[in-house]
């Protein structure tokens, strides 16, 4: 069988896999808590919280569940908690992995939770609708932040400026999901008047010419030709040279207007983009259709 794709992604670490002999429960012979399990795993797991410990399936193993970037995920400890094992648990009796049903309970467990607090946060029926517009896995993706923290600030302004619904959007001008997003952005502008895009510019590092390019947006004078150059970077993303050219005019804010931004993406828990704050706090991540975003914001008005 596979290993989990979720261990090479939250763990991405040297963990080492080893064999155990059965042995006696690891909790009844000791009085070991969280902070012990942290401690031991401190050197590997890095920002990952340690949410749980408990008897694995196996015997002489705990099983320790984590959580790396809203991800829950179980990994195993052995008793003198010195060996972390990478893998899953398969019963051959029962020819299933354990492991891999211990995830399922997890995700099933997460996704009440997190409908729950979207329903008290936008009420029932707010929270069926977009429910039944993400679906159960769309859903599952979505991170609620606190509305005390939600950004003021906007780099570009897309839509009607006057608009009531306001979604921010965490962009990089030269990411190709961004420009994806943005097409579908614009189908929605097109028929609709009830909204507005205030634009965060989050260049990421290995766009070698995102920040550039980023800056002569922020230096632009008004906010209308700021948005008519981010129009222009999405347009001549897949030109290397001539977008390398949009940013060669540049000035001293956009530096610190950068740093702001990062600043606010770091609070916000958010890494990559594009990523959309709708109003309540409700963060989604990627490259929304057209479609799919006109039912977000009828759902969420």
């Known amino acids: 069988m596979k290993v989990l794709k979720l261990f090479s992604i939250v763990l991405a670490l040297s963990l080492i896999s080893i064999s155990v002999k059965a042995q006696e ?3 009844s012979n000791s009085d070991v808590s ?32 984590v959580e790396v970037n809203g991800k829950k995920i179980p990994v195993y400890l052995d008793c003198s908690m010195e060996y972390l094992i990478s893998g899953e648990i398969i019963s ?21 939770e ?9 009420g029932k029926e707010k929270a069926e ?25 906007a780099d570009v302004i897309l839509g009607n400026k006057n608009a009531k619904f306001v979604i921010y959007e965490i962009t990089d001008p030269q990411c190709p999901f961004c420009k994806r997003f943005h097409e579908e952005m614009k189908k929605v502008l097109a028929k609709r008047n009830d909204v507005q895009f205030r634009v965060i510019l989050f260049p ?3 766009h070698k010419y995102a920040k550039p390019v980023s800056k002569a947006i922020i230096c632009q004078p008004t906010k209308e030709a700021s948005a008519k150059l981010l129009n222009k970077a999405f347009e001549k ?19 610190e207007a950068l740093n702001q931004n990062m600043e606010i993406a770091q609070k916000l828990g958010i890494r990559g983009t594009p990523t959309l704050i709708f109003p309540h706090g409700i963060v989604i991540s990627g490259a929304i259709p057209a479609d799919m975003l006109n039912k977000i914001i009828d759902a969420l008005k």
């Open 34 to 65: 969280i902070k012990d399990v942290k401690k031991a795993l401190a050197p590997l797991l890095g920002n990952a919280k340690v949410l749980s410990v408990s008897d694995s399936p196996v015997d002489g193993l705990y099983e320790v569940i």
């Open 129 to 153: 609708k977009l429910k039944k517009i993400l679906g159960e896995r769309g859903l599952s993706r979505i991170r609620l932040i606190d509305e005390n923290a939600m950004p003021t600030k």
């Open 237 to 255: 993303q897949t030109d290397k040279e001539e977008f390398k050219k949009l940013g060669e005019k540049a000035c001293d804010k956009a530096e």
């Open 92 to 112: 051959i009796k029962e020819r299933k992995s354990l492991t891999r049903e211990k995830v399922t309970k997890l995700n099933q467990q997460d996704l009440k």
């Open 25 to 27: 429960s690891c909790l």
């Open 204 to 206: 990421l590092p290995f």
């Open 114 to 122: 997190k409908l729950a607090k979207l329903e008290k946060r936008i």
